[in-house]
């Protein structure tokens, strides 16, 4: 066989059968700009914006800058994250030798076509699926299956895009190419968007869907209200037709989500830890169920020797000196014993997943074979069988080393003498113990899923610091008798891709928040079901792509940070909503009445700019950036809408109050709406103020300075520039009316906190 011609590569390339890189299916740039600039959200903020334009009054549209720097950061992080994942790649890019017109050449990977004939050798990773034409390879499909153990190819056999070759060299045949390809095939069932859930995230906009579907009838009542009845000139009609709506909608807390999820995606990435979606943090806080794998995951990816039974040094370096190819087990011989060769080598067989062992003959000292203790050893000794299955049963893995008096053919003899074991073992992670008794304590169960043998697994969990082991072996389960399993169980082996899916889906119908943490094509529709998803920066393209996240280390300890970050980020966020919503609320209700009553809204936009920067943004952003390890309270929503509410309706009631009693003294002429828009500026500053002490109990030296800094910025603007703010002076009486209602109104809301919280626990 000459390989492909010229033309024939030519006509394959035409056809599309050609191994071009699969779209990840990540959005264009451009898109990312569109859906973070073109959405509702910004077009009613701008609409707002240019209607207040109309009236010349500029400095009423600061409200926008809020707008610009929420799209920023949504924009920059998308980015990012497409940036960082499109560098993390699942197939090497490095050349492959194809045989063509008769001649050997290297191409790259992508410029393979349908039939080529290829040649490869230990350490290459298939870019496409193919049979062996010639030669035995043992590969490595643990990327596709989760089954650590290598498997043999020989000819006429599959070998499929994503393995990587343990050992041998082999000619094959190119059987499927791009997207027909066994991994894409896997992966693609990945490509399609999914919106992971997020209760923070619901709650903002399902309380800013129902504000923007209120907001133009309203917006259109109380422009009618304002024109038509209180016949108000152009400038205020604007000003006051625009304030109630700007005041409604809580871009603030949108915007300092934003930020401080931003923050937490910073400071995560410092640690090496790639968020590919701002809310993932919230949802790994809330999660209860952990599933991992145990390769790579609890355990480094390699073995190590930790026990040698039997007088053994002596030939092991010769040995091992006698092959070329090193897998895990290898690996570790090499180097408890390394490789010199001290006697010389006259004939080997190389190791296979089949034959499960290895074999040299040595000149002068005879026949040596090394591998699996029932493959080698035909006639054993009780002693010796009971020694071996007690170290299996711990979890480790056991070689045998024995001595023949004549060269291996094609059977091992019977006159074997065993020279000695070694006992090997997965090493575990760091830390593992640590962080498996942390989540133990946080009541987050810990399920491993593997490809492997479920006790070997559960040997190596027990190794690993998991408490208690329930073991059992998922392919010998129907679904009815899965769906008890997952529930009742911690160690699952045997498992299939479409399986871990399914153990997902279980927990998840069970009420279940599930993680799921993996590195190969084969965890791709476990991690797509999982409502936060984690891969490992060595792992498949496809698992990266799905992620949440992606541990740029590989290192399985910076759960722990996700964690913690994550739960500083909400418990602060859901801490500080109480202060955004009570503008929104407060707006909602003054909105009502303006259109209800023959009360105008109290406030115009620039005032409102002030308050919810002075009560809202300034200290929200500070009071994000506290520590808190707290676990989140189920009752998170209840508290801050209670909170919310309760504060918006005790300030409403104060201004109506202070309204009333100034209609009474002043009518209803200029100077009563100015003096009425002045006191209900300083009365919801100091209403803020007072929620925010009340939600940053126990109140400390760094929260005492950031209060004392609001209230002296307030009195500057008081003292200096009162007038950009359209804020009127008052007299003596002004001032007692003033202080009156707002002791009344801090008293009624420390009150009623009280109360709301003593009913909450």
Do not use: W
């Amino acid at each position: 066989m000459d390989g492909l011609t010229k033309e024939e590569v030519e006509e394959r390339v035409k056809k599309g059968q050609i191994n071009t890189e699969v779209d990840s299916k990540t959005k264009s740039t451009k898109d990312i700009i569109l859906s973070n600039t073109i959405n509702y959200f910004n077009i009613l903020n701008i609409i707002l914006a240019i209607l207040i334009l109309f009236s010349g009054q500029i400095k009423n549209i600061l409200f926008l800058l809020v707008v610009v720097c929420n799209s920023s950061i949504a924009i920059f992080q998308e980015i990012r994250s497409k940036r960082m994942i499109e560098c993390l790649t699942l197939l090497s890019k490095n050349k492959i030798t194809v045989l063509r017109d008769g001649k050997k050449e290297d191409i790259n990977t992508n410029e393979i076509v349908l039939d080529d004939v290829l040649f490869v050798e230990t350490g290459e990773q298939l870019p496409v699926d193919c049979i062996i034409l010639d030669g035995h390879l043992e590969m490595d499909e643990s990327n596709l299956t989760g089954e650590s153990e290598t498997v043999d190819k020989n000819k006429d056999d599959e070998v499929y895009s994503g393995s990587i070759v343990v050992s041998g060299t082999a000619k094959l045949l190119v059987k499927k190419v791009g997207m027909d390809s066994y991994t894409n095939k896997i992966s693609s069932s990945a490509k399609v968007d999914r919106k992971y859930p997020s209760k923070l995230r619901d709650t903002m906009y399902g309380i800013l869907k129902i504000v923007t579907i209120a907001i133009i009838p309203v917006g259109v009542l109380i422009f009618l209200k304002n024109k038509f009845i209180f016949k108000l000139p152009f400038e205020d009609l604007i000003l006051k037709s625009t304030a109630p709506l700007v005041g409604m909608i809580p871009e603030g807390l949108i915007l300092l989500t934003s930020v401080a999820l931003a923050v937490s995606v910073y400071n995560l990435g410092k640690k090496k830890i790639l968020i590919q979606q701002l809310y993932c943090t919230e949802s790994l806080a809330r999660v209860d169920v952990l599933c991992v794998d145990k390769t790579g995951t609890i355990t480094e990816g390699r073995m190590e020797v930790v026990e040698t039974i039997g007088d053994i040094e002596d030939i092991m370096p010769s040995y091992l000196s006698a092959f070329d190819y090193e897998n895990a087990s290898d690996k570790a011989m090499i180097e408890k014993f390394s490789k010199k060769q001290k006697y010389k080598v006259l004939s080997k067989i190389d190791f296979s997943s089949a034959r499960k062992y290895s074999a040299v003959t040595f000149e002068e000292i005879g026949t040596y074979a090394l591998g699996a203790f029932e493959f080698i050893v035909k006639n054993p000794d009780k002693k010796d069988a009971d020694l071996v299955e007690k170290y299996i049963k711990d979890g480790f893995r056991v070689l045998v080393l024995a001595k023949f008096k004549n060269k291996i053919e094609k059977e091992i003899p019977e006159d074997c003498k065993i020279q000695g074991f070694i006992i090997l073992s997965d090493v575990v992670r760091e830390n593992t113990s640590e962080l498996f008794e942390f989540f133990r304590n946080e009541g987050v169960e810990v399920k491993i899923i593997s490809g492997d043998n479920p006790f070997a697994v559960g040997a190596i969990a027990k190794k690993a610091g998991l408490k208690e082991v329930s073991a059992i072996d998922v392919s010998k389960l129907n679904d009815e008798e899965l769906k008890d399993a997952v529930i009742n169980n911690n160690i699952f082996g045997r498992v299939s891709p479409e399986q871990k899916k399914f153990m997902v889906n279980c927990l998840q119908e069970n009420g279940k928040t599930v993680a799921m943490t993996g590195d190969g094509v084969n965890d791709v529709l476990a991690l797509k079901q999982a409502n936060v998803s984690i891969a490992m920066a060595k792992g498949s393209d496809a698992a990266k792509q799905i992620s949440n996240i992606v541990l740029l280390e590989n290192n399985f300890k910076n759960l722990y940070d996700i964690l913690m970050e994550g739960r500083r980020v909400i418990n602060n966020i859901q801490k500080v909503s109480t202060l955004f919503l009570t503008k929104t609320f407060l707006s909602v209700i003054f909105a009502l009445i303006s259109i209800l009553t023959s009360i105008t809204f109290p406030f115009i936009p620039i005032q409102l700019t002030l308050i919810s920067n002075l009560t809202i943004g300034i200290p929200g952003f500070f009071l994000t950036l506290e520590k808190s390890k707290k676990k989140i309270e189920a009752h998170f929503m209840k508290d801050v809408l209670l909170r919310s509410i309760t504060s918006a309706v005790v300030l409403a009631a104060t201004v109506l109050v202070v309204g009333l009693i100034l209609h009474a003294f002043y009518g209803d002429g200029s100077e009563s709406r100015h003096l009425m828009s002045t006191m209900a500026t300083y009365l919801a500053f100091i209403n803020g103020i007072n929620l925010i002490v009340i939600i940053s109990k126990p109140l400390d030296r760094y929260k005492l300075i950031l209060v004392s800094s609001l209230v002296v910025i307030m009195l500057a603007v008081v003292l200096f520039v009162p007038g950009f703010f359209q804020l009127v002076s008052l007299n003596l009486t002004q001032i007692t009316i003033l202080s009156i209602a707002a002791t009344c109104m801090v008293l009624s809301l420390i009150f009623i906190s009280k109360v709301i919280m003593k009913k909450l626990r």
